[in-house]
């Protein structure tokens, strides 16, 4: 049997660089050994990039610090996956390692715990992005909500029912950046009542009318099911009078049957004049491909915008990108 190392015993400087060496999942085992693990942890002033929850019928949390990651899973050990669980009951954390090993702590604490430690030892600056998939109902999406507070980007995905989808959105409503991937919503306009919100970025797939675009009051909107060309024609020209006065940017296909030769028609729509010097600095500053088509149009108060065209298999895809 080999000789257990007296790290604890050794003088602090000297344990806070034999840490710095662990890796993140160690490093998080080891914070939970005894107060003065932790506060050894919280010396090193981890700064997490970004901290990510999937809710379903357990949780995940992901904390990202540079290039490392650190992982938790809650509730996979139960044996009832539809069976409603008590949050606030102390729960263990599997940390996952790489391949298919996780350790199992000891249920010290409850899930709220668990985040306020991951808080304390790991500085996590930015609130949380979050994702809800089927099964999540039984966690207690009010209780979720109770405990993560505010968040920075919301994920609904297909799974979910139309119920769960409505009651994640109520409860969740003020995320700065909303990923909807079905329309929960029996009658098609009530989906105004998301697009309305203040959000800096939205992403629908689903069905969406003329007067539904003209509701979003985002900074930025990504429609990923198709338009007509009909559709995307009237959107402009209620822009131009002056409609979506905070949107920067959109994009949304236009379905390859509804356009010619890879031409997308601005009927009644007036175009500005662009040398080809002007094109390429255009699809330089926005990150644009080469190929890609560019169209210059003016608002009535004179705000420039630019139309981004690219064909692709069987759409049109446009980025409408209004200008500084």
Known sequence: M????????????????VIKN?????????????TKTKDLVTSLGLEASDVGICFWSGIRVIVYIGENHLVLDFYKDSNDLNAAVDITLPVAAYVVYEG???????PLFNFSDWLNHIQLVICCNQPP????????????????????????????????TDD?????????????????YK??????????????????????????????????NSEQVDFCSSTTQKQFNQFIKH????????????????????????????KGIKCMKMSEEEKREIRRRHDLPSYADVIQIRRKDGTFAVIEIVELNDILAINFIVLD
């Open 22 to 34: 662990f890796p993140l999942n160690q490093l998080f085992v080891f914070s939970l050994v005894s």
């Open 164 to 180: 769960e989808s409505r009651k994640v959105l109520k409860c969740f409503n003020a995320a700065s950046e909303l990923y909807v």
């Open 100 to 106: 298919p090993r996780t350790q199992s702590t000891t």
């Open 239 to 266: 822009w131009i009078r002056g409609s979506n006065p905070r949107l920067q940017r959109m994009y949304l296909p236009i379905d390859k049957t509804d356009f010619v030769n890879g031409k997308i028609y601005l």
């Open 129 to 160: 992005s979050i994702k809800f998939d089927r099964g999540c109902e039984r966690l207690g999406i009010d209780s979720l909500k109770e405990i993560v507070g505010n968040v920075n980007k919301l994920v609904l995905m297909t799974s979910l």
């Open 2 to 17: 080999e000789p257990i190392f007296p790290l604890l015993r050794i003088p602090k400087n000297v344990i806070i660089e």
């Open 183 to 216: 329309n929960p919503f029996e009658d098609i306009g009530q989906i105004q009542q998301i697009f309305i919100q203040n959000f800096e970025i939205v992403e629908f797939f689903g069905f969406y009318s003329l007067e539904d675009m003209l509701t979003v």
